[in-house]
């Protein structure tokens, strides 16, 4: 054995002396200075750190590939550095190797293997490529050249080079454990060919909510510019949304039986050929439970802070939303509906999301604070630590059994990944509720959740429970807040979730 490692460590010396005698050997050129200062320019993560800030400057798929690739960074730091270099010493290539103009001045002197620099570059490549392939083709040779500038510059073998990729990519494929990739943009639907194209906006009652998202924007002129032939209404803070959209429908169907167009809906001379809103997903949920009984399509424009129903429609802007009714492009979506029950009464309102009791929205509310700074699912972590210390178990009934449990989350459709914590919807259309949640009737439950996530073992866990269904009854012992689509909507003891119907909405093109 002995002797097998010897001859393998005998050949890698060989092809490290011969790699550095080939670089020695390359001519002096401005490349020389370029490698130099490049090299320096990635000490620390700092390279890599400039270039996730310039691909967060854009949402979707280049913001998360930047937070994937600052928290694979970290991590193939820790590895490479931390880790490896304390378990393997070698020796950095003797200066005289090279010539003295290519030579790093002040060099390292930690051990040679593996490449730090060289793994934090594939590391930050890897995860970029994961998220958004596009951004990966200016990345990824950015990430080479600074691997090779190690051995260029005197300061690593070929093999340390070798290694830290290694280490690097494997650092960034483990993130997919704990924190999946999203394929696509948008959530699966099945299309629906008939949907009228609504040129220039007629035919469209649209209601816009300028209190949604930026207090100090206001969208109705872009609206109104971008959609001549719509109505366009402008929400009164003091009224319901809903109740805006239905009158402006009744006030239609007035105009239309006056002219004789007895049973339709419109404004003026245009019958009403669908429904829509601008603003957050308060405001899209108010226009889908009219398009839901008046079996008229959806039209969303997001103006809100998350916008999650119309990201799931890949309808990201103004734009592709008049993109969308213009062509006619459209899928069909599910519309849950929640039955709130109390000794006051009953309630019954729909949501588009999700839907939640117990320390959930706040669990969402800390990870949406910190995930800017820490990557999603180091927040959600973090999150989930510090909602388990404050949450108080609630006492529910599921399936003829009563439990204790720290939350329960209800979404409007199947959310990815399974056996973990919902993270993105993968379809719209399938009519069923996705169903979890944490058990707190368990001895050590919260430490059990947190070191269960941790290990990206959750789902083996018996603290945590799933399932999808088309409907779901759940009662309370006690009074408990209720929150869905990210509003509180108040207290109740029996809880009625179900999917209220389809709806045809208007989505972005898909990529």
């Known amino acids: ?115 730090g620099h060289s793994a934090t570059a594939v590391a930050f490549a890897t995860a970029v490529a994961m998220e958004s392939p596009r951004a990966a083709l200016v990345v990824a040779p950015l990430a080479a050249t600074v691997a090779y500038s190690r051995v260029h510059t005197g300061v690593h073998w070929a093999s340390d080079v070798v290694a830290g990729a290694a280490v690097g990519s494997a650092v960034a494929w483990a993130t997919r454990r704990w924190w999946p990739v999203r394929g696509i943009e948008e959530a699966a639907a099945r299309e629906v060919r008939d949907a009228p194209a609504l040129n220039d906006g007629a035919g469209l009652v649209i209601l816009v909510n300028p209190g949604s998202g930026d207090a100090n924007y206001d969208p109705t002129g872009e609206v109104v510019s971008a959609l001549p032939a719509a109505m366009v209404l402008r929400a009164d803070p003091g009224r319901d949304a809903a109740e805006q959209l239905e009158t402006a429908l009744e006030v239609g169907a007035e105009h239309q039986r006056a002219a004789g167009a007895e049973g339709s809906f419109g404004s003026g001379a245009e019958p009403v050929l669908a429904v829509g809103a601008v603003g957050g997903d308060g405001t899209i949920t108010a226009a889908a439970d009219i398009a839901l009984r008046h079996g008229l399509p959806l039209v969303v424009v997001p103006a809100g802070t998350l916008n999650h129903f119309a990201r799931d429609l890949g309808v990201s802007d103004l734009g592709a939303a008049v993109e969308a ?187």
């Open 1 to 115: 054995m002995t002797g097998w490692l010897s001859r393998k460590f005998y050949r890698v010396g060989t092809f490290d002396r011969a790699i550095s005698g080939a670089v020695a050997r390359i001519p002096a050129s401005p490349v020389d200075s370029g490698m130099l200062r490049l090299t320096r320019s990635a000490d620390h993560g700092l390279l890599w750190a400039g270039v996730a800030v310039v691909l967060a400057a854009q949402p979707g798929a280049t913001r998360r590939a930047a937070l994937r690739g600052v928290v694979s960074v970290g991590g193939a730091s820790l590895t490479a550095n931390l880790v490896l270099k304390t378990l393997f010493a070698r020796r950095r290539p003797a200066a005289d190797l090279l010539p003295p103009f290519r030579r790093l001045i002040n060099a390292p002197t930690s051990s040679s293997f593996p490449s």
């Open 325 to 511: 009714v213009n062509s006619g492009a459209a899928v069909e979506v599910s519309i849950g509906s929640l039955e709130m029950r109390s000794e006051s009464g009953s309630h019954t309102t729909s949501f588009i999301n999700t839907a939640s009791i117990g320390g959930y929205p706040d669990l969402v509310r800390l990870r949406e604070k910190w995930q800017g700074r820490w990557g999603k699912w180091p927040a959600f972590a973090a999150a989930l630590t510090v909602m388990l210390r404050r949450a108080q178990p609630i006492r529910v009934r599921l399936d003829d059994r009563w439990h204790e449990v720290w939350f329960l989350f209800v979404g409007n459709g199947p959310y990815l990944p399974h056996g973990a914590v919902p993270a993105f919807r993968s379809h719209m259309d399938t009519g069923l509720l996705d169903v979890r949640w944490l058990r707190a009737d368990l001895r050590f439950s919260r430490t059990r959740a947190v070191v269960a996530l941790s290990l990206a073992a959750i789902a083996h866990s018996r603290v945590y429970g799933e399932r999808q269904v088309p409907e779901l009854t759940v009662h309370l012992s006690d009074p408990v807040a209720v929150a869905a689509d990210g509003e509180v909507l108040g207290e109740a003891t029996e809880l009625r979730f179900s999917v209220a119907g389809r709806v045809v909405a208007y989505r972005g093109s898909v990529l």
